[in-house]
Every structure is written in structure tokens, then in C-alpha cells.
């Protein structure tokens, strides 16, 4: 028998007490696994957000609007290859109004072009461009609401008072991580005129595509001081500061989240460092006998930390086995359907798993430590005396 | 029944074990307790900001004051109800205000942020008396000043006594006073002048959200009817206090779930380590046990003695981590409220019911932990013990 395959073997001393080790420690992964997805997938909407897209919208506030004809300003600064607006729409499903999810009026043939990653079959798309009613429906969004391609919808506003009927021409799905599919996305055009001409002509804000997206910040800059001298000034960011400032509203559930997952792995040590600490002291008289036998401080060290680091693996790999499955299972699909405008894309990354199993590994080795050393102290004789 | 001496020496003596599995679940209650005392703060900043004899009225269909408009006109006729209380001086007891949200450079950490501001009048005072400056003084009608709250003072760049920001091009806002309003979510916006607001965002002409005093509560279902039956109106009443309790629904639902997820898990795997801890206690006692057994204590005194050890164990750890959690009470926290899209700061709230409820929590943890080793001890057979 190896060293190594002595130091697993001596897991299985104790076989009761081991599992239990690992069903705690591996609980702890599952846990740790699950915070830092969210952590994770909370940002990835600006991990993966497009690098040639840039967004205006008024300087002092969200809730001001811009003149549309901004949009023809924008069009031509230097560096911009397309350029689309939206409009935050707020409206509701009047059937379940306590279920929120995003609606926007958009410009529907500029918008499929900066939002390229918008993928609808052929001829829903046309559907959609000609249909001054229709709406694209995210893939999610759908089976939430339980609508297909020809159903007519009704939304109640909450910004735009009344009733807005309309159809849906397709459904979308998204080829990037950061677009989430959960939205519902219809003709401005129509809102537009259908709102009293007070509130006629304003739009949310502008997405602009760039030639190079290495430029960015130079465009933006661009664009923001054209419209510096008009009432209505502009910020313009990259769509990842803009996606970034969104996660940063939530810091500190992020924060919170940070230090709870230090906790965890705070209390996985305790217990595996626990396990250890109880086993060396029953097996004190057995490393005196192997110390008499000829084997050093530093075998008796690597028994115990290659004991401790074993039962690690096991747990690490348990704990994965177990999380993996329920995150990008059953969970993924709710969170993305109910939570779709914070969490576009909820599941594990390998990074994730990969850091996961290093930790366990880790410490692991570490809650042997102590034990370890305090073993490889023991003189061949006092050992001995300890027999019971 | 065996002594609790016997129990707490046993802990003693192993002090390691003790130690590790104590902090255990001294970290489960420090987390379980600090959530409940977030979601009781969330609770108490949302609550106390609505009183049970005040009315809102909104624009029909909205569902927040910041998607709502409601014209000048309208507001004279909602004060004018007769169910509507009337001050000393004889005017109605009610305002007519509108809110805007505005970004801001976040301190402390870099991204901006939403910050309510509430346009008002100075009759505001009067119809929210728990609102009183704390330094500075109040802001002068018709001029570009305002007061912010408390609790929302230096967590953004520019808001601090003297210091300004700006609402729009060429219109800056200058902070002459601190206000407080009794830990409630006012605390967090900023109030100035209604007119200078209003033009500002270009809302010359409505309001968002009229309130208004009932001369008693029970006058909410007549002023409510006599509102919403005038349908040229189109307007929606809704009493204060649920109103703001509709508000923050989302916020600390995301905070139960999450925090009840994670309180979920960390039980499991401390209960774990408690029966790590107590089976071992027992294996390692099987002579002691085989004695007290031959002493003629019975086998439900056995069990009884290994389970408030385990309780004994648990509640130690209970104690620390509820000790630890009401140093939260120092700590505030600031998140973006989901509905209103600006930042809400809220306290950990501690109270008795939080603390009992916590070793409470331990106590389970233990006793369910201990049980299984508890029944091992008290079923071990005499002669066996004996003879270890």
C-alpha cells in the first residue's frame, strides 16, 4: 500500500462519521455554488454586453425624456454606424398585475439592427416590421404569459393610462448572454400616436451602434457635448457602465452576498477541521506505533492532511454533483422566467464549479493543519502512554 | 437524572470540539438573525413612512407616485372632500407633490445611483409633523433650495449641509437643512420647492400624488368611493400605510428568500456538525456511559443528559451569534428600492422577539443534532460499554 492510498484509507476508519463530514461539507458547496452564481449571473449582463454599443439618455434623470429628433443628431456624428430609441413603456398585464416584466416601444427596423443579437424567425420578423401592432415576445416571457405567435395581448399602462391591445408577430430568442428573454419589445410609432400631443415625440433614450468599438468613449464624448448647449442634456455610456451601474445599485445585496459566502466556507472548515481534530486524538496511540515503527513527523503529517484533503475532494465533488444539476435545472429556468430582467442568464459557470473544488480541496488540507502539526510534535513515548 | 455538571465539564475538557462546532452555529444564528433584523428594518423605514388615516391618490392604473399625474384642478376638488381634515388655520389638511428621481455620483463606491426628490410645499410641515430639521433650516418657498434626509446625507456626491447639485442645465439646487423623519423612508429624498421642481422637469400644470388626512380612519371608504366614482377624474385611492407597504414588498421579499435560502442551508450543515460532535462525544464515552449506566441511572437519563449537552452546546453557540448580530444594529444598509428605482437606506432593526427566536433556532439545531447520538448512548448495551 502507497502512502497516499494509507492516508485515504484512514477516511474510512470512521466510516459514520466521515459521511456525515461530507454531507455537511458538501452542503456548504452546494450553498457556496448557489451565491456565487448569483453573483456571477448578476453580472453578467455587463460581462457579455456588446463593445460597439453606446446609450444616451438625459443627464439629470431616467424618468425625463428626450426630444425624438435627437435621434437624427445622433445619426450623424462621426463613428456611428446605426442608431435606434426606445421608450420605457410600464405597462402591465392586467390579468396579473403584481408579475413585472420589461416592455419597451422601440423603432422596429433600427432596433433589430443594433440589437443584432435578436434572433426571430424570418417571417415572424416581417410579420412584425408591417404589423403596426405587433410585439415581439421573449422566449421566456411567452410561457410566462402564456402567449403564441398570433395571440392578441392586452397591457394596461401605468406611464400611458388605458388599455393597449397587441399582437404578437414573434418570439424572440437571444444569441447573447447580457439580452435577456424575458421582454416585450412593440411599434413606437403606435404609442406614439396614440398619446395626446403634449406627451407625442418623446423617446427614452438612444442606442447607438459604433464602427469601432474602441472608440467608445471618444463618440460618446461626442455626442454628449453636441447636445451640452440644448435644454435637454445627454449622458452617453458604453452599454457595459451602463449595465455595470445597474449592478451597482444592488452593491450592497452584492456585498452581503460576499460576506455570507465567506461565512460558509468559515463554517465548512469548522467542521471538516472538527472531523480531524477528533480522529487524530483517537488514533494518538497508533501514530506513536508508527513512529516507533521508523516513520517520521513528516509521514505522520502527511497522513493527516492527505486524510483531510481526501475527505475535501469527496465532499467538493458531492457538493458539485448535487448543485450543478438544481442551479442549471429547474432553477435557471424560473429565475430566467420570473427574475429575467436582473438575471438574463442564471447558471453555473465552470469557473465557478472550477473554484469550488479548489476551495474544498483546500481547505481541506488546511483544517488538517493543526492536527497535523500538533501529531508530528507527539514524542514516540508519549504517544504510546496514551493508550487507553 | 445524571448532573449538568457532568455535562458542562465534558465541554470543557473538550474545548477544541466545543470551540469549532459552537462557532458553527454561532455564524448560522449571526446570519439567520441579521436577516430578520434587515427585514424588520425594511419593514419599520416602510411603515413608519404611511399612516393609516392618510390617503393617496394616484393617477388610475399607476402604481408607484412616479408614473402618476394628476391635474391642478383635480387637487383643489380631492382637498375639498369633506372627509378630508381641516387644520387649525382652515385649509385642508392634505399636499399635492411630485416626485422625480435624479442621478447621482455614489460615494464610497464608484457607479451612480437614483435619488428620490420630492416637490412640496412648505404646508408639508404641518402635514407631516415627525418631519423636523435637525441642522440647518427649512428651504425657502420659490427658491432653489431644499432639505435632504438623514439617512440618504453624504452617501452621494454634493449631498451634504451647504453643499448642491443640479436638477437641470443652469438651475442648481442648493441644501440648506438636514431633516429627520423618524427612521422612515423620507429619510432618503430630498425635499424641495414644488414650483422649482415642476419646472425644472418640465411638469408645469399636474402633480404626482395628492395626500390627504381624513378627519378619521373610518372616513377612508367614503372619501375612497366619492373619489373613484367620479370617473372624469380617473383616479385610484389607496390608504398610505398600504400603499408603502406595497412599495417595499419586492425589496424584502428578495431579501426573506435569499436570506432564508442561505439560513436554510447553514442549519443543515451546523446541524451536522453538532451530531459530528455528539456522536463522537458518545463513542468516545462509552465507559463513562457503561458506568453511569451500572450506577443505576436509566437509559432515559442517559439520553436526556447527551441531548442537553447537545442543547448546551448549541445554545452557546446561539448566544454568540445573536451577541455578534445586534452589533448590526450600528450598520445601515443601502439598496435601490424596486419600485420606486431609488435608493432606500435601511436599518438593521433588533428586538427581543429577534433574539429569542434565534436561541430558539440554536436550541432545534441542537436538539435535532443530538438526537440520533442521544438514542446510540442510551441503547448501548451495558456490558458492552463496560468493556471498552
Request: proline share 3%; charged share 20%.
Amino acid at each position: 500500500m502507497t502512502l497516499v492510498g494509507l492516508a485515504a484509507r484512514n477516511a474510512l476508519r470512521n466510516r459514520f462519521r466521515t459521511l456525515l463530514t461530507i454531507a455537511g461539507v458538501s452542503v456548504a458547496i452546494i450553498a457556496f455554488v448557489l451565491l456565487r452564481t448569483v453573483i456571477t449571473s448578476w453580472n453578467i449582463a455587463a460581462e457579455y454586453s456588446a463593445k460597439d454599443r453606446i446609450a444616451s439618455r438625459h443627464k439629470v434623470s431616467f424618468v425625463i425624456s428626450l426630444p425624438k429628433r435627437y435621434i437624427d443628431t445622433v445619426r450623424e456624428v462621426d463613428g456611428v454606424k446605426e442608431a435606434t430609441w426606445m421608450s420605457w413603456f410600464g405597462g402591465k398585464d392586467p390579468r396579473n398585475p403584481d408579475n413585472f416584466f420589461a416592455n419597451f416601444a422601440v423603432d422596429p427596423k433600427t432596433f433589430l439592427e443594433v440589437y443584432d443579437e435578436v434572433s426571430v424567425p424570418p417571417e415572424q420578423r416581417t410579420a412584425w416590421l408591417e404589423d403596426r401592432q405587433g410585439a415581439l415576445v421573449g422566449s421566456s416571457l411567452a410561457r410566462q404569459l402564456g402567449v403564441k405567435v398570433g395571440d392578441k395581448f392586452t397591457m394596461q399602462g401605468t406611464i400611458f393610462p388605458g388599455d393597449w391591445t397587441i399582437n404578437v408577430s414573434g418570439i424572440y430568442t437571444s444569441t447573447r448572454k447580457s439580452f435577456d428573454q424575458s421582454s416585450l419589445m412593440f411599434h413606437w410609432d403606435y404609442m406614439n400616436e396614440s398619446l395626446p400631443s403634449s406627451r407625442r415625440d418623446q423617446i427614452g433614450w438612444i442606442v447607438s451602434r459604433i464602427d469601432d468599438p474602441g472608440r467608445g468613449a471618444e463618440v460618446g464624448a461626442t455626442i454628449d457635448r453636441i447636445f451640452d448647449q440644448y435644454d435637454n442634456q445627454t449622458l452617453t455610456m458604453s452599454e457595459r457602465a451602463m449595465n455595470l451601474s445597474f449592478v451597482g445599485m444592488f452593491s450592497a445585496i452584492l456585498k452581503a452576498i460576499d460576506i455570507v459566502t465567506g461565512i460558509i466556507l468559515f463554517i465548512l472548515l469548522m467542521i471538516l477541521a472538527n472531523t480531524i481534530a477528533m480522529g487524530v486524538r483517537e488514533r494518538t496511540s497508533e501514530y506513536g506505533a508508527l513512529r516507533a515503527l521508523g516513520f517520521s513527523p513528516a509521514h505522520i503529517r502527511f497522513f493527516i492532511i492527505g486524510e483531510s484533503t481526501t475527505i475535501g475532494l469527496a465532499a467538493g465533488l458531492v457538493g458539485i454533483a448535487i448543485a450543478w444539476p438544481i442551479v442549471n435545472g429547474g432553477m435557471s429556468r424560473f429565475i430566467e422566467e420570473n427574475m429575467g430582467g436582473m438575471f438574463p442568464y442564471f447558471r453555473v459557470e465552470t469557473s465557478t464549479l472550477v473554484l469550488a473544488m479548489v476551495l474544498a480541496l483546500a481547505l481541506g488540507a488546511l483544517a488538517g493543519v493543526v492536527p497535523a502539526i500538533q501529531a508530528g510534535k507527539l514524542t514516540v513515548v508519549n504517544a504510546l502512554r496514551r493508550v487507553e | 437524572m445524571v448532573p449538568i455538571s457532568y455535562n458542562l465539564r465534558s465541554l470543557a475538557v473538550r474545548k477544541t470540539t466545543t470551540i469549532a462546532t459552537a462557532s458553527g452555529i454561532a455564524l448560522v444564528v449571526f446570519v439567520f438573525s441579521s436577516v430578520t433584523m434587515l427585514s424588520r428594518g425594511i419593514e419599520k423605514t416602510m411603515s413608519t413612512s404611511g399612516s393609516p388615516d392618510v390617503a393617496i391618490v394616484l393617477r388610475k392604473g399607476s402604481d408607484a407616485e412616479l408614473s402618476s399625474g394628476i391635474e391642478t384642478p383635480s387637487v383643489g376638488l380631492i382637498l375639498a372632500s369633506k372627509e378630508v381634515k381641516r387644520r387649525s388655520d382652515g385649509k385642508s389638511d392634505g399636499v399635492g407633490e411630485v416626485v422625480v428621481v435624479i442621478t447621482l455620483e455614489k460615494l464610497g463606491t464608484d457607479g451612480i445611483s437614483n435619488v428620490q426628490i420630492r416637490g412640496t410645499s412648505e404646508d408639508v410641515w404641518k402635514f407631516r409633523p415627525e418631519a423636523t430639521i435637525v441642522e440647518g433650516r427649512m428651504a425657502q418657498p420659490g427658491a432653489d433650495e431644499c432639505v435632504i434626509g438623514r439617512a440618504i446625507r453624504g452617501r452621494f456626491k454634493g449631498l451634504e449641509l451647504g453643499g448642491s447639485f443640479e436638477l437641470r442645465k443652469n438651475r442648481t439646487l442648493k441644501i440648506v437643512g438636514i431633516m429627520d423623519a423618524k427612521g422612515s423612508s423620507f429619510e432618503s429624498e430630498v425635499w424641495a420647492d414644488l414650483d422649482a421642481v415642476r419646472s425644472a422637469f418640465g411638469r408645469e400644470g399636474v402633480v404626482q400624488s395628492v395626500r390627504a388626512r381624513l378627519s378619521d380612519a373610518s372616513q377612508y371608504e367614503s372619501f375612497e368611493r366619492s373619489i373613484e366614482n367620479n370617473r372624469q377624474l380617473g383616479l385610484e385611492v389607496t390608504r398610505e400605510s398600504e400603499y408603502y407597504k406595497k412599495q417595499s414588498e419586492g425589496t424584502s421579499a428578495f431579501i426573506a428568500i435569499l436570506g432564508n435560502i442561505v439560513a436554510f442551508f447553514f442549519s443543515v450543515g451546523a446541524m451536522i456538525g453538532a451530531m459530528i460532535t455528539m456522536y463522537s462525544a458518545v463513542a468516545n464515552r462509552k465507559r463513562e456511559i457503561g458506568t453511569l449506566r451500572a450506577l443505576g441511572f436509566g437509559k432515559i437519563s442517559i439520553m436526556s443528559s447527551f441531548l442537553l449537552e447537545s442543547l448546551l452546546l448549541a445554545l452557546l453557540g446561539g448566544a454568540i451569534g445573536a451577541g455578534a448580530s445586534l452589533l448590526m444594529g450600528f450598520v445601515s444598509f443601502s439598496m435601490v428600492n424596486f419600485q420606486s428605482w431609488s435608493e432606500i437606506v435601511f436599518s438593521f432593526e433588533p428586538a427581543p422577539g429577534i433574539i429569542v427566536g434565534a436561541l430558539v433556532f440554536a436550541g432545534v439545531m441542537g436538539l435535532l443534532g443530538g438526537f440520533f447520538p442521544a438514542v446510540r448512548a442510551a441503547r448501548m448495551p451495558l456490558i458492552k460499554a463496560l468493556k471498552e
